[in-house]
T-cell receptor, first 112, second 114 residues
């Protein structure tokens, strides 16, 4: 069974700092990987989707990379803002239909 | 396009009762997945429906069931509720029926079992 881990579990940074969130998975036979953010008590907002054949995806201040062979993905957030404060989740898509395995999440706080 | 909608948003039930949650996917999306989110276990996959057929199922007891209608709307039912079923239930829709595609989540239904 696919196991997805995110480190650190919580992160607090001053506004303006660049930061990296980590996601690791045990089975490299993935179809894709998706990064989400979740605000307290809310649903998930999709940030970036990387297909297994891709190395990275960018959207605005966000850049996600994927290294299948080592079972790792990183989400880079440039010039962090207080509005970036949320829990960030990575989810690994399988080769067996629409089933994603989620990581435990990183709770990010950006201090003004 | 309208996003994924879930009803009701909040629900309080008593142990032993049953509950039905509803999810309307984004127009044109044919796949609907359901997830349970709890502080202790995080997000866990319940099941996925595509074209009215259950295609994938997670590791949950038979008290958890679902169905999908011809318009792609989906319902999830939990029978004989237990305190441990208290959770945020999220549904996600995606465009394709093939392998894992980008998923769009609804706001969730917060279920509290007393």
């Amino acid at each position: 069974k696919q196991e997805v881990t995110q480190i650190p579990a919580a992160l607090s940074v001053p506004e303006g700092e660049n930061l990296v969130l980590n996601c690791s998975f045990t089975d490299s036979a993935i179809y894709n990987l998706q990064w989400f953010r979740q605000d307290p008590g809310k649903g998930l907002t999709s940030l970036l989707l990387i297909q297994s054949s891709q190395r990275e995806q960018t959207s605005g201040r966000l850049n996600a990379s994927l290294d299948k062979s080592s079972g790792r993905s990183t989400l880079y957030i440039a010039a962090s803002q207080p509005g970036d404060s949320a829990t960030y989740l990575c989810a690994v898509g399988t080769n067996t239909g629409n089933q994603f395995y989620f990581g435990t999440g990183t709770s990010l706080t950006v201090i003004p | 396009k309208a996003g994924v909608t879930q009803t009701p948003r909040y629900l309080i039930k008593t142990r032993g009762q049953q509950v039905t949650l509803s999810c309307s996917p984004i127009s044109g999306h044919r796949s609907v997945s359901w997830y349970q989110q709890t502080p202790g276990q995080g997000l866990q996959f319940l099941f996925e429906y595509f074209s009215e057929t259950q295609r994938n199922k997670g590791n949950f007891p038979g008290r958890f069931s679902g169905r999908q209608f011809s318009n792609s709307r989906s319902e999830m039912n939990v029978s004989t509720l237990e305190l441990g079923d208290s959770a945020l239930y999220l549904c996600a829709s995606s465009e394709s029926g093939a392998l894992s595609y980008e998923q769009y989540f609804g706001p969730g239904t917060r279920l509290t079992v007393t």
